[in-house]
């Protein structure tokens, strides 16, 4: 039958609601327990023929001559209701079987009994709508099996789907997880700003818009807070995490979207050797408590974060595999390899320091980790404490899983002095075209002037789960983006 069709009998059967004075989309429920509760105290209710009400979504409807069994579902747990015509009012019965559909909303008082199978159920006295549905759901067997389609009604997705239900449930456990962790160990949440007329944090593109009451541009912010959790810290402040939104206008992949959810946090007193014991514990920590273990398939990689986690030394990697020196690079030099590696880039917007960032991606594909990246040149990270070691290269790390980087920490750089001459070098490559270098931010760097303390920082986005789940980071959101359908 053609939807126009369905839809019309369904506004057909909403008016003879209507009609008989029944509201179809009444805001009171008189609902005593949830189908999950109703089906874990169901021997208790049935020995004490407790009168209940349960109320949820029909998922299915089954005739049998005067008699139906309908099986609905609230979100906690699918319930069969039986009713009987004999045990009814009949006019309630007949409506019943007149203007319920699958998809309906409804409530159902009766008795707990079970089923000559064996099946805990509902013997039904009365019913009442909830709410109409005027379009049906679709099949549960079959689902809806477009990419696209799932994306744009992902409330039918997940209410077919237990296995995304669950999904989402982890989701909010590993960011809880996550959370937990933090305030455990006396870190302050915080909210800090998402408009911002200077973007910091990250390499990356940024969204514009325009504020009218200020009458001026404005960005989305590319990290969840960094300069400013970097300034409290200043303020005294020396544990603080945000856990948030942020948007980059960049690419989309199985590993990139333009609005995600990342965590960053600071502390100060600590540096970044710290940090990656710290990190190692904080994974094998959110993985236990979330999955209830420390093993994953990710993609072709199986990875076991209770192994000893590898170190990967940046410039020692490409030296060997490209013949490259990443920290006195030759720009010539580099465009040949990337070429004799058929490796594309944009020749009109290149430069060096993208270059080695590419020949790096080359390489990162194939380690399976979990592993820390060390040694990366100074040029590479302009927020970063350069190491007592080596000035050329600073203290920071990321977390490799399956070809990928997943988290990212580092010494915080607190000397003003080189702060803003590292600034000004990133502005040099905005002016040049490079629109994902970092922006100078002059009053950050004034506050780095009142004295921050040594710190350490993190981040990691909802990679790092869709990761856990063997999924693109597309398919971990509830609602991904889609361009308006024609």
Not at 235 to 240: D, E, F, R, Y
Not at 452 to 470: I, K, T, W
């Amino acid at each position: 039958m053609a939807l126009e069709d369905i839809r019309s009998g369904r506004i057909a059967a909403l008016a003879r609601l209507r009609e008989r004075g029944i509201d179809p989309f009444p805001s009171h429920t008189a609902r005593t327990h949830s189908a999950q509760q109703f089906l874990d105290t169901h021997t208790a209710l049935e020995n004490n023929h407790e009168v209940v009400v349960i109320a949820g979504r029909v998922m299915s409807v089954r005739g049998h001559g005067g008699s139906i069994f309908v099986d609905i579902f609230d979100g906690t747990a699918r319930v069969q209701n039986y009713l009987q015509k004999d045990k009814m009012e009949e006019d309630a019965f007949n409506l019943f079987s007149e203007v319920v559909s699958v998809g309906d909303i409804i409530e159902c008082t009766g008795v707990a009994f079970t089923t000559k199978r064996g099946m805990p159920s509902l013997s039904v006295s009365s019913w009442r709508m909830l709410a109409k549905s005027l379009r049906p759901i679709p099949d549960e067997w079959f689902g809806i099996k477009d990419e696209e389609e799932r994306y744009r009604k992902r409330y039918l997705d997940i209410l077919l789907s237990k296995d995304l239900t669950d999904r989402f449930r982890r989701r909010s456990a590993f960011w809880n997880a996550m959370r937990q962790y933090l305030l455990n160990r006396e870190y302050v949440e915080v909210e800090t700003p998402i408009f911002e007329t200077t973007t910091g944090g990250a390499d990356a593109r940024p969204f514009v818009t325009h504020h009218n009451a200020l009458n001026m541009d404005i960005y989305l912010r590319i990290s969840a807070g960094e300069l400013w959790q970097k300034r409290l810290m200043v303020a005294g402040l020396p544990k603080t995490f945000e856990i948030g939104r942020i948007f980059r206008n960049e690419g989309m992949s199985s590993e990139h979207l333009q609005d995600y959810t990342q965590i960053e946090f600071y502390e100060a007193f600590k540096d970044y050797e710290e940090g990656m014991e710290m990190l190692t514990d904080m994974y094998r920590s959110v993985a236990d408590s979330v999955y209830g273990t420390r093993t994953f398939t990710i993609r072709d990689f199986v990875v076991d974060l209770d192994k000893e986690w590898e170190r990967y030394d940046f410039c020692t990697i490409i030296k060997n595999e490209f013949g490259i020196d990443p920290l006195a690079p030759n720009e010539d030099d580099v465009r040949g390899v990337l070429r004799a590696h058929r490796i594309a880039f944009d020749a009109e917007a290149f430069n060096t320091v993208r270059g080695i960032d590419l020949l790096w991606k080359q390489i990162r594909k194939t380690l399976s980790g979990p592993g820390f990246l060390i040694g990366m040149p100074a040029y590479l990270e302009p927020l970063a404490k350069r190491s007592k070691k080596d000035p050329r290269i600073v203290e920071r790390f990321q977390i490799i899983l399956a070809g990928s980087e997943v988290g990212k920490g580092f010494s915080e750089l607190n000397d003003p002095i080189d702060q803003a001459k590292r600034f000004a070098k990133q502005q040099a490559l905005r002016d040049a075209g490079d629109d994902e270098a970092q922006m100078n931010d002059a009053s950050y760097v004034e506050a780095l002037e009142y004295g921050m303390p040594p710190a350490f920082g993190f981040g990691v986005s909802e990679r790092l789960f869709s990761f856990f789940e063997n999924i693109s980071v597309r398919e971990g959101q509830l609602f991904p983006l889609l361009r308006p359908k024609q």
